[in-house]
């Protein structure tokens, strides 16, 4: 029983030290009080590392070493006490408030000023305090799709965008790691845009995590490793967070989780292009709910 634990700890000690770290939240005076443990999860499209042959099996256009900016944000909301996890999607093209940028898309927030800048907009855009933070890329996110075997999902409609490197049929099919990232990735393809792509992330998301977290995963050494080895080195968390940290969060996910966007009123055209305007009430009534 000692070596049996000796080794759990081991490795969750190993897979600790593979998450790579960053100063993601900032402490400032006007910061909300904690309200439940909300997690802001972004997936970036930053090439940074990418070499050209992962460049092109990712279709991920010109190669560098900028930040980026997000082309997934959502909050994840986990009530004090337990219940059903929240997952709230923020359309990339929010035309918000950036702290000390004046009004923008969103996820100019983080191109500008990174994760820091992100979390003040969302804190300050929606009154609640994030705790936790997870960034993936443009290439972790998909070895971490292929390191499960790839993810079976169903279309209602054929999807064909050639700049996210896709041509999809209509009907159910298993998606590797290129093909989900281009999934989750295009936004041309149907009339409502980045909206019809924020549910689908939410649902590839979700389906991921099932996958993950199914016992043909976790209880399979074979499996099991490189997705610990894939997801370990894949994520970037604040510089606080553990490996327990996310696996309190995958604990919460497998209650299942109630996914809403964000309220949207309109669409307006303004100098960063046509963006997304908020429903201020219905915001306002989604974000008192996470409190």
Not at 183 to 192: D, F, K, L, P
């Amino acid at each position: 029983m000692a070596a049996v634990l000796a080794l759990i700890v081991g490795m969750g000690l190993w897979v600790d030290s593979n998450l790579q770290r960053t100063d993601a939240l900032a402490q400032y005076p006007e910061r909300p009080s904690s309200s439940g443990t909300n997690w802001l999860l972004v997936g970036s499209d930053s090439r940074a590392g990418l070499s050209d042959a992962d460049g092109s099996r990712l279709t991920a256009g010109e190669l560098n070493d900028s930040t980026g900016r997000t082309d997934t944000i959502m909050l994840v909301h986990i009530p004090t006490g337990g219940g059903k996890p929240k997952m709230v999607s923020f359309p990339r093209d929010s035309f918000v408030d950036i702290p000390g940028e004046g009004k923008n898309k969103i996820n100019q927030a983080f191109a500008i000023g990174g994760p820091q800048l992100l979390q003040k907009t969302i804190e300050q855009n929606t009154s609640l305090r994030v705790d936790h933070y997870a960034e993936i890329g443009f290439g972790g996110f998909a070895n971490v799709v292929d390191s499960v075997g790839g993810i079976d999902l169903c279309l209602d409609q054929p999807i064909n965008d050639p700049m996210a490197g896709i041509n999809l049929p209509q009907g159910c099919q298993k998606m590797d790691g290129p093909t989900a990232l281009g999934y989750v990735r295009t936004r041309y393809t149907s009339a409502n845009g980045d909206l019809d792509r924020v549910e689908r992330q939410r649902k590839f998301l979700s389906a991921l995590s099932d996958k993950i977290s199914s016992p043909g995963t976790l209880l399979n050494p074979f499996r099991a490793l490189p997705v610990t080895n894939a997801l370990s080195k894949s994520l970037t968390v604040d510089k606080h967070d553990h490996v327990w940290s996310l696996g309190w969060l995958a604990l919460a996910m497998t209650r299942g989780a109630d996914q809403v966007t964000v309220p949207v009123a309109g669409f307006e055209d303004t100098f960063a292009g046509n963006a997304v305007l908020w429903d201020e009430a219905g915001a306002k009534q989604l974000f008192d709910s996470m409190r």
